[in-house]
C-alpha cells in the first residue's frame, strides 16, 4: 500500500508559477515511475508529466518546456514545478504512483489560474 499527499496547490495569475508536492509513504525502492495528471472540469483526467525509476521523463505537448518534475528521494517526494502558467492550466491536480505494478493515487490538490 501507498498513500500519496499532495501539497501547493493555489491560486495564481497567468504567467505566476507554482510548485507541487507530493509525498509518498515509503521510499521510491521498487517504484516503477511516478507522475501528475490533472483534470479540468467536463474533460477526462490527462497526463501531465512522468518519471520513471531510471530518470525519464515524458509531458504532455501542452506543458512542455514549462513545466518540470523532479524527485528528491530522501524525502520521499516527488515535484512539479510549473512556471508560465496559463488559465487553461486550471484543474485539478493528481499525483500517481506505479508501485511494482499497482497504481495509486492522491487525494488532488486544486491549481486555478486567472487571466
Known amino acids: 500500500q501507498v498513500q500519496l499527499v499532495e501539497s501547493g496547490g493555489g491560486l495564481v495569475q497567468a504567467g505566476g508559477s507554482l510548485r507541487l508536492s507530493c509525498a509518498a509513504s515509503r521510499s521510491f525502492f521498487r517504484f516503477n515511475a511516478m507522475g501528475w495528471y490533472r483534470q479540468a472540469p467536463g474533460k477526462q483526467r490527462e497526463l501531465v508529466a512522468s518519471l520513471t525509476s531510471g530518470g525519464i521523463t515524458n509531458y504532455g505537448d501542452s506543458v512542455k518546456g514549462r513545466f518540470t518534475i523532479s524527485r528528491d528521494n530522501a524525502k520521499n517526494t516527488v515535484y512539479l514545478q510549473m512556471n508560465s502558467l496559463k488559465p487553461e492550466d486550471t484543474a485539478v491536480y493528481y499525483c500517481?504512483?506505479?508501485?511494482?505494478?499497482?497504481?495509486?493515487w492522491g487525494q488532488g490538490t486544486q491549481v486555478t489560474v486567472s487571466s
Open positions: 500517481n504512483a506505479d508501485f511494482t505494478g499497482n497504481n495509486y
